[in-house]
Structure formats: structure tokens, C-alpha cells
């Protein structure tokens, strides 16, 4: 049975659990501070493959096959798949799911995809529409800078504010049953432009999504910070964070001490040269599906909040001069 709380708060009676989740990454994720956490590792920009829109697809095929095998299931046991990624008309996941013939709600929230993805498996789940969902998003680094910023070949002078996308993939299965890890609550972001122009600022772009899915979840829920383990956003970086905490404490709202951001735990930023921290779909998805589902299902962690931001830009209206809108999806996470 689905609640609903507020001003867009679901919450989930039977709590639809993580049967099975995997992460595989590459080759500089694995050197990360995160690095022995992830399912898989491939050390090839290309996985093998001739391009790396293929080889993002490859993530995306083995994070799902590990998924599957660690819940214990099979592609035909699986009603539903929610999947996206960056690339224009998620071409990533079209490849990277094509094999395996289940049936395909395609998913896009830029790099909020894998919160989004989870919330709609939740809703499907807890109704009874779907035994078992499968989600899942990725990002690569080489294929997104290709396209929405300049060809690797051009060798681009970073800015201090500029995130690394994160070449990796995350999978869950939710199912009805299993797993010692539920989904108690989903707050579905609102689109938040606080104006910003600049492509290589994305933390500031997202950070007024973030700042407005976690006030309306708590005054949904009637709860505060201090009810939470942890709050862990998706991609805001160094720069994004900061923002993020003025935001909130606008709203009477102190989440330092509680937070983290996936951006920020994926890299070492001192030794990684990442300068903001990590960005990208697979950014929150392969920290979800390593260090936090791993926690929680260890009992490190017991009950946190987990919001992955995304900034829904294109390379034209970047081009075009227009400002990015964002938008922050949020998922309770409980042992």
C-alpha cells in the first residue's frame, strides 16, 4: 500500500527490498577511496569495444548480469526495467539492456536517474503491478565529455568548479521479498533553476533541487535531520555542498554533520586531480551499489536519506546560452 504524504512524499508500507545490487566501474574509480567495493573493475576506457558509447553500454550490461546473479534471479524473472543514462536518447542503456528482453520504461533525470529509476520500481512493487524491478543508469566519462562539452582530442583546461564524470554503472533488483534492505520513502524532485549558465558548475546548478526535495521531505514527514544515520546527495561535489548547506539553513535546516556526497567519497580529490569532485549518472549509482547498500545491509548504517541530483541541460541549450535546471529525487533507505 502507497501513502502519500504532503507535497509529494510516497510512503511505502511493505517497503520493496534490494534483492540484489552490483557496481562496476573503471579503471580511475578503482583507485579511489571506494575501490575495493565495486562488483567489477574494467580497466579499458573501452571496455574492448570500438566507441565509448559501446563501451558505457558494457557497464550497463554487467552491472545488470551481477545484479541478477546476486539476487538470485534471471532476466525473464524481472516484470520491469527503469534505465537511463547520459547519452542522447539513452542510447547507452538501449544497447546495454537490448539482450536481455524485459520489458523497458526508459528513465531520464540526467544524473538523478538511479533515485528516480528506484522510485518508480518502489511504486511499481508496492503496488503489485511488478514482482520484481529491475533499475539501473550509468555514465562515462570519454562519452560525455564528447557530448556536452569538447572531444577528448581538443585536451580542454578544466575549471576549479568542474566535476569528473564517473565511468560507471549501478544495478538493483526490487522485489516484493528478500533482502534486508527496504525502501520506506521516495520524494519526487521539482524542477529548480537558480540560473546558473555555467556547463562546468553543475554543483551550483543542482544544489537548489536538492536544498528543495529535502525541505519538502522533512516537513512531509514531520522529521528532521537528526532522525537519519546519514543524508548523502548524488553529485554536488565540493561546490554544490557548500551551496546546498546555505540553502537549507535558509529553511532553519542543518544537515552538516549528517551529510555526504557521492561526488566527494568516489575520488580522492587531493590525489585524483577531480578538482569540484564526481559527477555523472553512474556517480551516485555505483556508490549506492557498493559503500551504501553495503552499510546498510551490514547495519553500519540503518536509516538514511538518499537524494541523487541531476541537471537537465542539453548541449543546445547550453550552446544557446541558457540557464540549468535541476532536479532532486529523494529515497528513504532503511535496514
Not at 542522447?88 to 537490448?98: D, E, R
Not at 555523472?280 to 546498510?296: F, I, N
Not at 542539453?314 to 546560452?321: C, I, L, N, V, Y
Amino acid at each position: 500500500m502507497i501513502q502519500r504524504l504532503g507535497a509529494g512524499t510516497l510512503l511505502f508500507e511493505n517497503m520493496p527490498r534490494v534483492a540484489g545490487y552490483a557496481a562496476v566501474v573503471g579503471k580511475k574509480e578503482s583507485e579511489g577511496p571506494l575501490g575495493g567495493l565495486f562488483d567489477k573493475v574494467i580497466f579499458d576506457s573501452r571496455g574492448g569495444a570500438p566507441t565509448f558509447e559501446e563501451a558505457e553500454s558494457l557497464l550497463q550490461r554487467e552491472a545488470a548480469s551481477l545484479a541478477l546473479e546476486k539476487a538470485g534471479v534471471h532476466a525473464a524473472d524481472i516484470d520491469y526495467a527503469f534505465a537511463g543514462d547520459l547519452l542522447n536518447q539513452c542510447v547507452g542503456t538501449s544497447f546495454g539492456l537490448l539482450d536481455f528482453g524485459i520489458p523497458h520504461l526508459g528513465q531520464y533525470g540526467a544524473c538523478s536517474t538511479m533515485a528516480q529509476s528506484l522510485a518508480m520500481g518502489a511504486v511499481f512493487t508496492e503496488s503489485g503491478a511488478a514482482h520484481r524491478a529491475l533499475c539501473v543508469t550509468s555514465s562515462h566519462f570519454c562519452a560525455a565529455q564528447r557530448q556536452y562539452r569538447f572531444p577528448m582530442e581538443y585536451g580542454e583546461v578544466r575549471t576549479p568548479t568542474a566535476q569528473w564524470t564517473v565511468t560507471g554503472a549501478g544495478c538493483c533488483v526490487l522485489a516484493r521479498e528478500g533482502g534486508s534492505v527496504g525502501v520506506r520513502a521516495a520524494t519526487v524532485g521539482r524542477i529548480r533553476d537558480l540560473q546558473i549558465t555555467d556547463a562546468n558548475n553543475m554543483g551550483a546548478a543542482m544544489a537548489p533541487a536538492a536544498a528543495d526535495t529535502l525541505a519538502r521531505f522533512f516537513r512531509d514527514t514531520n522529521s528532521a535531520p537528526r532522525d537519519y544515520d546519514a543524508v548523502i546527495t548524488g553529485d554536488l561535489g565540493l561546490v554544490g555542498s557548500e551551496l546546498l548547506f546555505d540553502l537549507l539553513l535558509r529553511e532553519g535546516i542543518d544537515i552538516r554533520g549528517k551529510h555526504s556526497d557521492c561526488g566527494l567519497l568516489i575520488y580522492d580529490r587531493a590525489a585524483q586531480d577531480v578538482h569540484a569532485g564526481g559527477s555523472g549518472c553512474g556517480c551516485c549509482a555505483s556508490v549506492l551499489c557498493s559503500k551504501l547498500l553495503g552499510d546498510l545491509e551490514a547495519g553500519r548504517l540503518r536509516n538514511i536519506l538518499f537524494v541523487a541530483t541531476g541537471a537537465l541541460l542539453s548541449a543546445t541549450t547550453a550552446q544557446q546560452g541558457k540557464s540549468i535546471p535541476a532536479v532532486a529525487h529523494l529515497l528513504q533507505l532503511v535496514r
